[in-house]
């Protein structure tokens, strides 16, 4: 074998090395990505499963409208402390006369609330502080209210009987990624 033709096999094992090197690096991007994107879901279907009951524990045991506010004003605090890093939850829940606007958030930030009339006074802006827990009560105007979080707009129309709305939101690599229920 000549000189030339090893040199040429060490560059040819080396560009092949390298390559799998490379596959095996994205691979592992990706994967985590998508992991982080299912976590994401998952704790959103977490978060239906639990909200309902909480809501059938309140019903079950004639809880009034104030009671059933408090109970969900404390599950949502406590939710959120446990799955707000690096994530933030907003919930908005009630009924067709008060709704409570909650949310935690990793930076200060606002949410705009529109409690369902035209005019400017019926436009509310809501400021979270950085890692903190906030909610605030409202008075809507008519059956629907439209919340404005990181620039979409979630229109909620509000039925008789209490609901329970949530977003939860998480960039990953510069992307944002929403889930709600």
């Known amino acids: 074998m000549r000189r030339d033709d090893k040199r040429g096999q060490f560059y040819l094992i080396a560009a092949i090395i390298i390559v799998i090197s490379m596959i095996g690096f994205f691979s592992v991007l990706n994967y985590s990505k998508r992991t982080s994107f299912v976590n994401l879901y998952d704790l959103g279907e977490e978060l239906r499963i639990e909200s309902g009951e909480v809501l059938d524990y309140g019903f079950y045991n ?35 006369e008060t709704i409570v606007v909650a949310g935690y958030q990793e930076t200060t930030g606002n949410i705009v609330v529109n409690l369902g009339g035209a005019s400017e006074s019926d436009m ?14 409202y ?36 992307e944002k990624y929403f889930v709600e229920g």
């Open 124 to 137: 509310h802006t809501f400021e979270i502080e950085g890692q903190t827990y906030d909610a605030v009560t």
């Open 62 to 96: 004639e809880f009034s409208e104030t009671e059933i506010k408090l109970l969900l004003e404390n599950f949502t605090e406590s939710y959120a402390i446990y799955a707000g890093e690096g994530k933030n939850l907003y919930f908005i829940f009630g009924d067709e």
């Open 139 to 174: 008075y809507p105007q008519g059956r629907e209210v439209k919340v404005l979080i990181d620039g979409i707009i979630y229109p909620i129309d509000l039925k008789s009987g209490d609901y329970f709305y949530f977003v939860i939101s998480q960039e990953i690599e510069g």
